[in-house]
């Protein structure tokens, strides 16, 4: 099945657009985060509109270009789409002398507003464009040549209809009614082969930034492409596609904002700073060497500890008791990567905060969460396994980096309650709940199970709960299992990575490699280009959020840590390879100041500096 929705987009912005050209949904137009600013703009040559109807092909470059091909009855037109920071060009090349005309749907509004009653813009025309005005909001629109002419209209319309019927995940888009608001149209007397350009932006602009964009559009295009495929190349083994890494790192960049420093969950839907969800992926970033940003978001983070812990999303009123536990695996994983401790001190003075908070929530050796305070929030839990997992492994790490002995005790009891949870084969869900769920993967992930227990739940997860597309929430056979269930019975391509991890950590290699190719094979391109949905039914069909950032962004991570076996300790001056048998490996490293090369080959390793052979890994001294 061919994708049927894309995603361009650099430092938040972005465009959503099904394949064949069309603005079939409410999310589908131009946004800046989480506002919006164009809802569609639709190019007619002629008498004849570039639609679904003579749409004929779709070509995916990058996560900051895309084409698209028409079929007219007077010949082909070509249509390019570059994302910017604060624009998108279109550019229109028909190969054909034609009238071009452009309609432009505006619909200034933030992610969680439909249709608003009286809605009205303030319309002025600019040197080569024009300006809509809405509520301290303002979508521009410049043109190269070419007239605007003013017909404003203002109408309802239900763009959501056209995503139920091609099938697009109906749990957030409902077919509401929208605003539509076209101010005029824009027309040109074009030439065969001749290009036409319009920049669609959510800042105002000058001439020179105009026309450097549009000039180097190309460049520009191919420029990042290099840096996607030199970024890839840092991955290199015999276990992993090239195509697929590419899609990883790609993936990675688009829902980062360098700029504000932020990671977005998803796109189109969760177009907003999640935490949790960056927390999860930052670890790629690492593995990435980009030591820097990494730093900057767990600063602009840390800003927000407080008696209640850390919001899921940032500035937001909910505070589940996962957040900051992975907030403080990630600081310690940072460390091990850096040795830089200034940002440990930085934080210092909350350590009082973060320990009493903690000690706050333990009830009888157990992290008490209640209600929806997981990552499974559709759920009412209570006790949860992977909770006390996180918190065993943040305490250890809480520990590792201020040696307070309270973290240190707290992380050996939740160890010991998680471990209780152990029934037969699995571990149960939550403490008075015997459900068989994908959440003792997050126990295996982060290395908090007892050495006895590990092989039996990795082979009861593998029986019980992988199937052809990935991990499923909740086990076939568990009597809780629904197969439309959301956090009951899908498929979660996150849980499917975890264990990828835990696969190839236990030297389970033909496993991991099976989860691999389910990623790449199954996962990856199932509705939206490049990229991999939320979740997915039991039996394959694609749902949620189209483009998911932690359904693909750990594959850096993992990589690295999981299949290479390569862990550094800067701060001790060593990097740690577990020997890894059956794997063939490169890796180039920038750490300490030092470049370092790394040579794996079925459980052999050569580096450019010297090695310490012992029974299960080599030690890399710097």
């Given amino acids: 099945m061919e994708p049927s929705v894309h995603v361009i987009s650099k430092n938040g912005m972005f465009l959503f657009r099904f394949n064949n050209g069309e603005f079939g949904s409410k999310w589908c137009g131009i946004w800046k985060g989480s506002q919006k600013y164009f809802d569609y703009f ?11 109807a003579n749409f004929k092909k779709f070509s995916f470059y990058n996560s900051q270009f895309s084409t698209l091909l028409f079929e007219t009855s007077k010949g082909k037109v070509m249509e390019e789409v570059k994302c910017y920071d604060d624009s998108v060009l279109v550019s229109v090349t028909p190969s054909f002398d034609s009238t071009i005309t452009c309609e432009i749907g505006i619909n200034i509004r933030r992610r969680d507003e439909n ?111 290099e840096i996607i495929k030199s970024e890839s190349k840092k991955f290199d083994s015999n276990l992993l596609d090239r195509g697929f890494v590419m899609d990883s790192v790609d993936s990675i960049y688009s829902y980062t904002n360098f700029n504000d420093k932020e990671f977005y969950a998803g796109f189109p839907y969760f177009n907003e700073f999640w935490l949790r ?67 440990i001190d930085l934080i210092a003075d909350k350590k009082e905060t973060i320990i009493q908070t903690c000690s706050e929530w333990v009830d009888k050796g157990f992290i008490h969460d209640k209600g929806n305070e997981t990552w499974m929030d559709s759920c009412d839990r209570e006790f949860s396994v992977e909770i006390q997992a996180i918190w065993s492994k943040a305490m250890t790490a809480f520990y590792s980096m201020f040696k307070d002995q309270t973290a240190k005790e707290m992380a050996d009891t939740l160890k010991k309650s998680l471990n209780s949870l152990f029934r037969e084969d699995h571990l149960m ?14 126990a295996l992930y982060f290395d908090v199970v007892d050495a006895d227990k590990k092989d039996a739940i990795i082979k009861n997860v593998e ?10 929430s909740v086990s076939k056979n568990d ?80 990589t690295e840590k999981y299949i290479m076996g390569i862990e550094p300790d800067i701060p001790n001056g060593e990097i740690a390879i577990k020997k890894r048998k059956g794997i063939k490996a490169k890796k180039d490293l920038n750490l300490a100041g030092k470049r370092i090369n790394i040579e794996i080959s079925d459980g052999g390793v050569k580096s450019n500096y010297g090695l310490l052979e012992l029974s299960d890994r080599f030690i890399l001294e710097l």
Avoid at 314 to 334: M, Q, R, S, T
């Fill in 115 to 225: 249709y608003e009653k009286g809605k009205r813009y303030n319309l002025t025309e600019t040197k080569n464009g024009i300006k809509a005005e809405f509520n301290g909001k303002a979508a521009y629109v410049y043109f190269s040549s070419g007239k605007f002419e003013k017909d404003e209209y203002y109408g309802i319309h239900s763009p959501g209809l056209y995503a139920l019927k091609m099938g697009l995940t109906h749990y957030i888009d409902k077919g509401e009614v929208q605003n539509k608001y076209v101010p005029g149209n824009i027309t040109y007397e074009l030439k065969a082969n001749e290009t036409y350009d319009l920049l669609f932006s959510s800042k105002e602009m000058d001439f020179d930034s105009i026309y450097k964009l549009i000039k180097n559009k190309i460049k520009y295009a191919e420029e990042y492409g």
């Fill in 429 to 442: 869900d939550q403490k008075e709940r015997d459900i068989n769920s994908a959440n003792q993967i997050f």
């Fill in 42 to 52: 639709a190019f007619k040559l002629g008498d004849e509109f570039l639609s679904e």
């Fill in 479 to 558: 009597k809780t299992f629904d197969f439309k269930g959301y956090q009951t019975g899908a498929i979660w391509p996150l849980l499917t990575e975890m264990f990828t991890a835990v696969a190839f950590a236990n030297g389970k290699n033909e496993l991991g490699k099976t989860l691999l190719s389910i990623l790449k094979d199954k996962n990856d391109n199932a509705q939206c280009s490049s990229r991999i949905n939320e979740i997915f039914q039991p039996d394959g069909n694609p749902k949620g959020c189209p483009s998911q950032a932690w359904s693909i962004g750990l594959i850096p991570f993992i």
């Fill in 277 to 343: 969800d960056a927390l999860i992926v930052l670890p790629s970033f690492l593995s990435m060497g980009n030591f820097s940003f990494v730093r900057d978001l767990l600063l602009k983070i840390s800003y927000n500890i407080n008696e209640k812990g850390l919001p899921n999303i940032l500035n937001g009123e909910l505070y589940p008791k996962d957040v900051l536990g992975i907030f403080l695996i990630d600081l310690y994983e940072y460390f091990k990567y850096t040795a830089d401790s200034s940002l």
């Fill in 463 to 472: 029986d019980n709960l992988l199937t052809e597309h990935g991990i499923l």
